[in-house]
Each structure stands twice: as structure tokens, then as C-alpha cells.
């Protein structure tokens, strides 16, 4: 890969390939000129297969999403140089949030929980020994804007806490923490 520097007249109007050997395009205002790649001749993973197909449900998110004037400007303004709403809608969209920390005080639940962008909301259940669920409601987001309190009316010993929290485009990780 090389990177054109100053003023070249005769690459600063040319984008695309040149046969089968070489490829121009620009990135941030450089003009880059690259060996042409091909398709694979391999036969991909599953991890590929897996990462691809992600990837293209990140990208109909992000198609969808970004037609909402709020939630594009939103995005718009989480983007940094060379990157658009659609950009961080679909970072936003392949990342699910993740659950750092549980703690007790009193019957109060505190969880931790992160996400690049922002964390949309915490689930809480409380189910017994037996599999019933005793309780189940949405957290309320602290002030520090990364931990959620839920109250709860008991928690059962034996029993277990089963935490969701969803982000923006709906990704879910669950927790479960049994309770002593």
C-alpha cells in the first residue's frame, strides 16, 4: 500500500482499479493506491460465517435506524473524522453491552452495566428454588449513568437473580447469580 503525498494530478481525479494489479481510492483525504485483492480461495469458518452474518443484520439496523432524525443525530454526534451516523450505528449494533458487576445493598440490586454507546435498559428477575419467578421488573438508571438499581422485595435464598441488559438496537447479554 502506498500513500500519495502532496498534489498529483494524475491521481487526484482516478479512483478505482487498473486491471487486475492495482486499486486507487481515497480515505480521509489521502489518496491510497493498493494492490488489487481478490476473493478468497478458501472456503470461510464458521467464526467468518458467523462474523458476516452479524455483520449484515448490524447493517439493516443501521440502515433502518438512521431514517429517525433524533437517534441519527445521536450517532452523528458520537462519530469522530471519517465516520458518519451509519458508521457508529452499526459499531453500535455488532456490540452487545456488557455486565461488569452485581452487588447487594440491603434488598436493593446495583448492576453495573456498559455499553460503547448507551445502555437502553436492565431487567431484573428473581426466581425461587423451584423455577418460579417471584418478581420481575426494569431497573432505574443512577446518576453516575452506568449503575441500575432495582428494588427488590425479597430475594430467596436458593433461588437467583437473572439480569438482561438491552441496548439501543436490542442486543441482550443475560446474568445469572444465584442467590446464597
Known sequence: MAIVKGNNLLLQAVTGSLGDEITIYER????????????????????????RYKMKIAAAYAVAIIKDP?????????????????????????????????????????????????????????????GSILERGKAVLGRNGVDWHYKATGLPPGGKLIIVAVDLPGNETVREVRLE
Open 28 to 51: 480521509n483525504g489521502q489518496i491510497i493506491v493498493a494492490k488489487k485483492r481478490g476473493p478468497s480461495k478458501k472456503k470461510p469458518t464458521k467464526k467468518q460465517l458467523e462474523a
Open 70 to 130: 433524533e437517534i441519527k443525530a445521536y450517532y452523528k454526534s458520537l462519530a469522530g473524522p471519517g465516520q458518519n451516523a451509519y458508521n457508529m450505528a452499526v459499531k453500535d449494533a455488532y456490540n452487545s453491552p456488557e455486565i461488569q458487576r452485581i452487588r447487594f445493598e440491603d434488598e436493593t440490586v446495583v448492576v453495573t452495566a456498559k455499553n460503547e454507546f448507551r445502555v437502553a435498559e436492565v431487567a431484573i428477575r428473581i426466581v425461587d428454588a423451584a
